[in-house]
């Protein structure tokens, strides 16, 4: 059965202090992977979306990357307003959508 | 703000009951999207809608169902509710299809006692 898996749950960081976010996927056949960012009581807020491994993405302090069995969310010099939980999803070639439980990532000041 | 919109915001009802969340879509999107959270299986997809037809359908049980309107806004229908259908319920919206990026709304909670 598809599944997604992310890793860590729960992130701590000092602003200021890189890491990098994992979302491990198996799947039938990709048709794309989805970054979410979720603030708490709100919806998800679209950030990526990655269709073949190799590919990266970029905004602003993070950076999306995919290979055949995993992405990485990479957070470089989070601030505080980077704390909130981050979705990872897939969408297979039988057009259903799979979504991780997340990482709540807290940035200390 | 998504441009998304959801009615109601909160939802408190009995078990067996019947209720309806609606959605209306971003000015312009074609597709519709639902979503359960629970504090236990996270986010999970339940089904799709574009341009008034069915177009994907994920794990929605068969006491739910949905329908998009003419006007493209949505509604999902609970029946016969069970305790465990509490969760938070989410309405997305995209310009076409499963790949385009999708807004979403603020959700609805729905809290069955």
Redesign the interface.
């Known amino acids: 059965e598809d599944q997604v898996t992310q890793s860590p749950e729960a992130l701590r960081l000092q602003e200021g202090e890189s890491s990098s976010l994992n979302c491990s996927y198996t799947v039938s056949g990709l048709?794309?992977l989805?970054w979410y960012r979720q603030d708490p009581?709100?919806?998800?807020?679209?950030l990526f979306?990655l269709?073949s491994a190799g590919e990266e993405k970029e905004k602003e302090r993070l950076k999306a990357t995919l290979t055949k069995k995993e992405s990485f969310l990479h957070i470089t010099a989070p601030k505080p307003e980077d704390s909130a939980t981050y979705?990872c999803?897939v969408?297979n070639t039988g057009?259903?959508?799979?979504?991780?439980?997340?990482t709540s990532l807290t940035v200390i000041p | 703000d998504?441009g998304?919109t959801q009615t109601p915001k909160h939802l408190i009802t009995a078990t067996g009951q019947r209720v309806t969340l609606r959605c209306s879509p971003r000015s312009g999107d074609l597709s519709v999207y639902w979503y359960q959270q629970s504090l236990d299986q996270?986010?999970?997809?339940l089904i799709?809608y574009y341009n008034g037809e069915e177009?994907?359908k994920?794990n929605i049980l068969e006491r739910f169902s949905a329908q998009q309107f003419p006007d493209l806004h949505s509604e999902l229908n609970l029946s016969s509710l069970e305790l465990g259908d509490s969760a938070l319920y989410?309405c997305?919206s995209s310009v076409t299809g499963?790949?385009d990026?999708?807004?979403?709304?603020?959700?609805t909670r729905l809290t069955v006692l």
């Open positions: 048709r794309g989805f009581g709100k919806g998800p807020e679209f979306t269709y979705l999803a969408l057009n259903q959508f799979y979504f991780g439980t997340g | 998504s998304v996270g986010l999970q997809f799709q177009r994907a994920g989410f997305a499963l790949t990026t999708q807004y979403f709304g603020p959700g």
